[in-house]
């Protein structure tokens, strides 16, 4: 007896491409293979449609390296956004986020990764000449270091605190601190305190 | 100043696209999206075309409703299968978790859903008719009934039977009982009085 583990290769190359997506296993593609199945085929051309113009068309703004439609991204070309204080970011899931938060007025520096020499990453291969041709514009007066408390992270943000301190910028970090609706009494001890070390003003930040 | 909850409108729309389908959210459609940008764009391109390919041109066995690349699937054009005994399934998901088994060497009949009044799906929804014409061919002997344990499983099941009674048939079921690895203890009193019901000899089914 011949055993068919898939009844057509078509729909067996669709679930070999759908499980090689992260975090995707072959239960998982397969369901949504089966979903997209069932949907009209104009649905179907939409969602293909829609990945590959992202691929091919993707553009990195000139300026702060984040994905963009056009040259320069919609941030960067908003002129109700502050031009002199820059968040520089590990990737556009971080511009994101931020932008979700509605609480950031300025603009953005994407580096494209963290400095990793475990991974083989350097300086070099992030977009840190393009934030320094920004910087010797003289227009930027804040850089936030709004990078992850990882080794990579830190080590990223002292390089380029060492690498441009020789600017006249304020260098600033996000607060680390209890997360809203957390109990005091689970925080692990370093972030409790760095919260401490780093109070503020009761009140503050009521708005 | 203007929010931009996302920097692109194509990775918007790519966003968007994945989150549509079942059981991903925007968090997770965002992250596979991401992973699809940093791959090459002949990669993305297979991706995007299995599914298109498999939307547009996949075909159901006229044989036995399954899905297939040709007129009659490879199950049913094997003729290495016993084409006299019929597994009655809802859907493909389950020929595949079938013939997964390694243990069926029949044939299959994919309904293509259940009798459930309750979302208007009645018999003349499924391919029922297609399935009178296989057994007024004289060849099928057995019929296994393999469906869910659900209300519209029961029902359709116990549809298929008094309709096709009048045929020479074995009608058979897949057995209910303890899965291999659970402990009698924990066992669910309908599955351990099944199981109980349908006993089989002591070392049966050691193959």
Do not use: W
Not at 11 to 30: H, M
């Amino acid at each position: 007896m011949t055993n068919h583990s898939y009844p057509s290769k078509l729909l067996e190359e669709a679930v070999e491409q759908f499980s090689r997506l992260p975090g995707i296993g072959r239960k998982t593609a397969f369901r949504l293979v089966f979903h997209l199945l069932r949907r009209p085929v104009d649905e179907v051309d939409s969602f293909s449609h829609a990945i590959v113009q992202l691929r091919k068309n993707v553009k990195y703004c000139k300026q702060c390296n984040s994905i963009s439609d056009d040259e320069i991204c919609m941030v960067c070309a908003d002129h109700s956004r502050d031009q002199s204080v820059v968040c520089v970011v590990e990737s556009i899931k971080e511009v994101i986020s931020i932008e979700a938060t509605g609480q950031f007025s300025g603009v953005y520096h994407v580096l494209g990764g963290l400095i990793s020499p475990i991974d083989g990453v350097g300086p070099s291969d992030l977009s840190i000449e393009l934030l320094e041709s920004r910087l010797s514009s003289g227009t930027i007066k804040e850089l936030i270091l709004a990078l992850s408390p990882t080794p990579e992270g830190d080590t990223t943000a002292f390089y380029l605190f060492r690498k441009f301190e020789k600017y006249s910028l304020t260098f600033t970090t996000i607060a680390r601190g209890i997360p809203i609706g957390d109990e005091i009494e689970y925080t692990d001890s370093l972030t409790l305190g760095k919260s401490i070390l780093h109070r503020v003003p009761f009140g503050y930040g009521k708005d």
